[in-house]
């Protein structure tokens, strides 16, 4: 059956698109726009599934650039099943899986078994950059593109070892995968210094090797600026950060839920992420949902894993804390949560409503307030900062290939 989401207002950056009208899906693709000022594609023939969107924005799917599913290893903190559920209902269509896992991602076949269990969602596997991520043998970048990666990452932790970290990159560039870098200085572990540090060593590594470099969860002003000055050198880089590191600083640092991996930042850090977002050093935002058990993270600051869970918390606290308080506008807000991380995976059918594309959409009402209630969350995971925050952006409606896998009953 074709589909059509009717009556909202389409925010599409990839095509300049902002106009309210109707929306058709057919065959797994965009097959046609009716609105003001807009008509493209053909019409769907046969029985279309209608639903009213009016008031709501209707974007492309949102894709993460960096989820952790615990599965295979840590089912009891999440697997592929909670996973995508969980995505679903924060809007996101497609979202990247970061290896550390028991196996660890590292080989072709565990690669297309992660891959071949996606439900609902494209759930897309990042293999690591080295065997069992222990710094000292690299993968078999293209057997591991081939069964389905679609980058390599030892996020976690970096690979100390410059020599193999760059052969570990030529190999990646030579099978057309970028590196996801978990930037990192041990000596410096959870400074700025040592997250700065290692990003400059890996962005001189990533023009050495010629990898498509992108850095994840990018929480220093000290990072930052040598990010824009390296893009401004002409380095073809890309970068993320995630929605804690804009609307909290290291006085919220006070219980388990505040932990993470870069931790939290002062307040200067904080303004400097969120003015990286408007300049454009930062490319993406990403959430690195990580999900604990509560025992894990109800035992005091300081024995507390890291890690806070994000997917279903995304989109309203970036709308609310970006959009609603004036930072930026809403097209850029979906360029870096679609658009952006398409691009950065080479993916030119995600992340856009273009006819033709895949059809990947979400359905967001902004129109109204509501809390973050950890209770009523897909995912297996409650360690969340954001609960009890009041937010705008509640998810009505994600559409993955054509078919609707999440709907808001309430």
Do not use: W
Not at 96 to 107: A, K, S
Not at 162 to 189: C, Y
Not at 373 to 382: D, H, V
């Amino acid at each position: 059956m074709n589909l059509c989401i009717a009556g909202g207002r389409i925010v599409d950056p990839a095509q300049g698109l902002d106009a309210t009208g109707d929306i058709y899906f057919s065959e797994g693709r965009v097959a046609a726009i009716r609105g003001e000022s807009v008509a493209a594609g053909e019409l769907p023939e046969g029985e279309t599934e209608r639903i009213d969107a009016a008031g709501m924005l209707v974007l492309p799917g949102l894709i993460d650039l960096h989820v952790h599913f615990r599965d295979p290893g840590f089912t009891e903190k999440e697997d592929i099943h909670t996973g995508c559920a969980a995505a679903a209902a924060g809007g996101f269509t497609t979202v990247c899986m970061m290896p550390n896992l028991r196996p660890v991602t590292d080989t072709a076949e565990a690669v297309a078994a992660l891959r071949a269990r996606a439900e609902g969602i494209d759930a897309l596997p990042i293999g690591a950059v080295t065997l069992g991520q222990k710094g000292e043998t690299t993968v078999d970048a293209a057997a591991l593109k081939a069964a389905g990666a679609c980058a390599l990452s030892e996020d976690g932790r970096s690979v100390a070892d410059a020599s193999i970290m760059l052969a570990g990159m030529r190999a990646a560039a030579e099978a057309g995968l970028p590196i996801f870098d978990h930037t990192e200085d041990d000596a410096l572990r959870g400074t700025a210094a040592g997250e700065a540090c290692m990003a400059a060593r890996n962005l001189i590594l990533a023009r050495e090797s010629g990898v498509k470099y992108h850095l994840c969860h990018i929480s220093a002003k000290l990072s930052l600026d040598f990010i824009r000055a390296m893009k401004a050198a002409g380095y073809d880089i890309t970068a993320e950060t995630a929605p804690h590191y804009f609307v909290f600083d290291q006085s919220r640092a006070t219980d388990g839920n505040f932990k993470m991996n870069p931790p939290l930042r002062t307040a200067e850090d904080v303004a400097a992420v969120i003015e990286a977002l408007k300049d454009g050093t930062l490319d993406a935002i990403a959430t690195d949902h990580a999900p604990h058990c509560a025992a894990e993270k109800e035992c005091g600051y300081e024995r507390a894993l890291n890690g806070v869970i994000g997917l279903e918390t995304s989109f309203p606290v970036s709308y609310t804390a970006l959009v609603r308080a004036g930072h930026i506008p809403l097209s850029r807000l979906v360029s870096l949560m679609s658009a952006n991380p398409a691009a950065i995976l080479g993916a030119p059918k995600r992340g856009t409503l273009r006819v033709g594309a895949y059809a990947d959409a979400a359905v967001f009402d902004v129109s109204r307030p509501y809390r973050i209630a950890p209770a009523s969350f897909r995912s297996k995971g409650r360690n969340t900062p954001f609960a009890g925050m009041e937010v705008y952006g509640k998810t009505r409606l994600t559409v993955a290939g054509g078919r609707i896998v999440y709907r808001d009953q309430k």
